[in-house]
């Protein structure tokens, strides 16, 4: 057989062993891509997400956080592309006073209705006007500038469920030993933080990972 005819023969049999080698590794990256101890921690307890039969994707932020400003529309656009029986829940971080003050506002937000037309506003007006948001009438005022009557943020302000929901949102991310904003909870099982996941993008990618691997469990 000359030299011609020989490598007609192998190539084609070279091409055919690269592409299963390839088809290969895609299949093993799917699987083995993302894990655990490195990608993402394992909670041990799990951490109460509520009354849900979905699986809950708690994401843990802070209004003051340069990096959850940015992660907020990828997470908004991430959030409508679920399967059905996921969802995703803030949860602001509470580790000092100003925090908590707006934490409040989030969940007065929340209690008035007003939710989806506050979140962004609250994120703008820190991030983009450089607003502080650290006392009730700064607050009281960025809620009446976007229609909310001054009473009733007041109501909600001084209401023992806002409160309520406060601490249990603090006492939901000590739980999850959160240390950094923003991070991922996937079923109250699994912590997804920025430095193990490599960038916010892998985030998404590795929460969506868990909830296929939740949905399948059950």
């Known amino acids: 057989m000359s030299f011609h005819h020989l490598r007609s023969a192998i190539l084609p049999l070279f091409g055919l062993t690269l592409a299963v080698s390839c088809i290969f590794s895609l299949s093993l990256s799917a699987e083995e891509r993302w894990v655990e101890g490195q990608h993402y921690q394992v909670i041990t307890p799990p951490v109460a997400v509520g009354k849900s039969d979905d ?29 059905d029986g996921a969802v995703v829940k803030p949860s602001p971080a ?5 925090m908590r003050m707006h934490a409040k506002a989030f969940y007065i937000a929340e209690v008035l209705g007003v939710k989806a037309v506050m979140h962004p506003v609250i994120f703008d007006a820190m991030h983009v006007q450089r607003k502080r948001l650290v006392s009730r009438l700064a607050l009281r005022d960025l809620f009446e500038d976007n229609g909310v009557d001054p009473e009733q943020f007041d109501n909600a302000y001084d209401s023992f469920g806002v ?32 430095r193990g996941a490599g960038n916010q993008t892998n985030m998404l990618d590795i929460a969506r990972h868990l909830i296929e691997k939740e949905l399948a469990a059950r």
Request: aromatic residues 14%; charged residues 20%; glycine residues 8%.
């Open 55 to 83: 699986v809950v994707v708690t994401e843990f932020f802070w209004y003051g956080c340069g990096h959850c400003y940015t992660f907020e529309p990828m997470l908004t656009a991430w959030g409508k592309q679920l399967p």
């Open 94 to 98: 509470v580790w000092n006073d100003s």
């Open 163 to 194: 409160d309520s929901q406060v601490r249990q949102a603090d006492a939901r991310a000590r739980s999850a030993k959160v240390s950094g904003t923003p991070t991922l909870m996937v079923a109250g099982k699994y912590l997804i933080e920025t």
